[in-house]
């Protein structure tokens, strides 16, 4: 009988821990974090914090999570501001930071910790870093290519704002409504053709959902999505909105 209950209790709490798992949020994760918060622990595992914060469960440790962002977010300044005016340069004048942009944050991507049951969290990281990525480089098109259209206006913008109209309303919807619609088929034409040679490629079934999941599927075809959603928003949007006298 005892045997029994225990069975029964190993058996919850596997339950317990894939449903946070597939929630993205390991059950452990806020215990093993309040140990690194209220004792003394060597520098190593320092290293460590960004996972610990990650992994908190935000019912239960928000100030945690906020504070943990905070902290990473500080030290991230601290440690690049030396290097703030080289990567302007970089960014607007180097041909190889696109290289830069797209291999490394791809690395990152894919090099994500694993888990023992699936869970969205490594998609919806690669989704933001790519589409962060998409954006620079969309930035760096500008610059590089000098598509950027010089301001028509003097300094301070905020002396020279027009007065709320019912023409300056439409014209607003409208290149709101052109740039949406550009972005979503961008990425749903994106999307299908890198799935289609992802699954020829790996030789997968078109059908398979499941499919999705594998990380040599789930992050490249994501990558190479919000990449290019980011680089239209950035470049063709505009582009496109000089195009029809929309500026």
Request: hydrophobic letters at 45%.
């Amino acid at each position: 009988m005892g045997t029994v209950e225990g069975q029964v209790i190993t058996d919850d709490k596997d339950d317990r821990r894939k449903e946070s798992s597939e929630a993205g949020v390991p059950a452990q994760g806020h215990e093993e974090a309040g140990d690194f918060l209220t004792s003394r622990q060597s520098p190593h595992r320092l290293l460590r914090l960004p996972q610990l914060f990650s992994s908190l469960q935000p019912e239960q440790s928000f100030m945690r999570d906020v504070l943990g962002g905070v902290l990473i977010t500080a030290f991230l300044i601290v440690l690049t501001y030396p290097a703030w005016t080289l990567i302007d340069c970089l960014d607007s004048a180097s041909p190889l930071f696109p290289v830069c942009v797209i291999v490394v944050p791809f690395f990152l991507c894919y090099n994500y910790p694993m888990s023992d049951y699936y869970s969205p969290t490594r998609a919806d990281t690669t989704t933001i870093v790519a589409a962060g990525a998409g954006v620079t480089i969309g930035f760096w098109i500008n610059h590089f290519f000098q598509l950027v259209s010089t301001p028509a206006t003097s300094l301070p913008v905020a002396q020279n704002i027009p007065p709320l109209t019912t023409s300056l309303i439409v014209l607003g919807l409208t290149k709101f409504t052109v740039g949406i619609v550009l972005i979503l088929l961008v990425r749903q034409l994106v999307q299908n053709l890198s799935l289609q040679v992802l699954y020829s490629w790996f030789k997968v079934v078109t059908r398979n959902k499941e499919a999705r999941r594998r990380l040599e599927i789930e992050v490249p075809y994501k990558f190479v999505t919000y990449t290019s959603v980011g680089i239209c928003a950035t470049t063709f949007v505009p582009m496109l909105h000089r195009f029809l006298g929309l500026l």
